[in-house]
Every structure is written in C-alpha cells, then in structure tokens.
C-alpha cells in the first residue's frame, strides 16, 4: 500500500513538472521569435530617444539661464543700452552690498 501512494505520487510529480516545463518551452519560444525580439529592440531605441530628449532640454534650459546671465554682465560693465526681454533681466548688482558686488563680479 505504501508504496503504490509513493508511485502515485512521483507520477503525478512527474506529469506535472512535465506539463510546467512544456508550457515554459512553448512561452520562451514565443518571445524569441522576430517579430517579439524587433518589438522589444523598438521599445528600447524609444526609450533611448526620449531619455536623450529629455537630457537636450535640460542643457537648453541650463543654455538660456547662463546666456542671460552674461547679458546682463555684459550690459552692466559695457554700459550698453541694450533691449532685451524681461526674462533676460538680471538683478543689478549696484544695489548688492559692496563687498558682494566686486566678489561676484570677479567669480564671472
């Protein structure tokens, strides 16, 4: 009796990892196949494109702020009367403390 339970046991083991093993073979040869490869190699360049976007918008960005600081620098020891949008404005550096408008202006 013992041991028909221990051989009913093992078969059914055995019929079950097989079935398991089958349908992983089966789910791994659908994801190897081109079309499923080419889909994912498309993901992946897409995710790559918008990571590099995202990065050319940030140095825009950091581009813009830097030039309008050199604008108003510029401006400021030239003299220059120059028309520029108000985004491009800086704070004057007249109206700092002494001391702090001389350090900023050497650190540029």
Request: hydrophobic share 45%.
């Given at each position: 009796?013992?041991?028909?339970?221990?051989?009913?046991?093992?078969?059914?083991?055995?019929?079950?990892?097989?079935?398991?093993?089958?349908?992983?073979?089966?789910?791994?040869?659908?994801?190897?196949?081109?079309?499923?490869?080419?889909?994912?190699?498309?993901?992946?360049i897409?995710?790559?494109?918008?990571?590099?976007?995202?990065?050319?918008?940030?140095?825009?960005?950091?581009?813009?702020?830097?030039?309008?600081?050199?604008?108003?620098?510029?401006?400021?020891?030239?003299?220059?009367?120059?028309?520029?949008?108000?985004?491009l404005?800086?704070?004057?550096?007249?109206?700092?403390?002494?001391?702090?408008?001389?350090?900023?202006?050497?650190?540029?």
């Amino acid at each position: 009796m013992r041991r028909s339970f221990y051989i009913a046991v093992g078969a059914a083991l055995g019929v079950a990892a097989t079935r398991r093993t089958q349908r992983a073979k089966h789910q791994l040869q659908a994801a190897l196949t081109p079309r499923s490869v080419a889909g994912e190699i498309a993901d992946a360049i897409a995710e790559f494109g918008n990571a590099v976007g995202g990065f050319a918008a940030d140095v825009r960005a950091g581009m813009h702020e830097r030039e309008a600081q050199f604008v108003a620098v510029v401006d400021d020891f030239s003299g220059a009367v120059v028309m520029s949008p108000p985004e491009l404005a800086a704070p004057d550096i007249r109206s700092l403390p002494a001391g702090q408008a001389s350090t900023d202006r050497r650190r540029m």
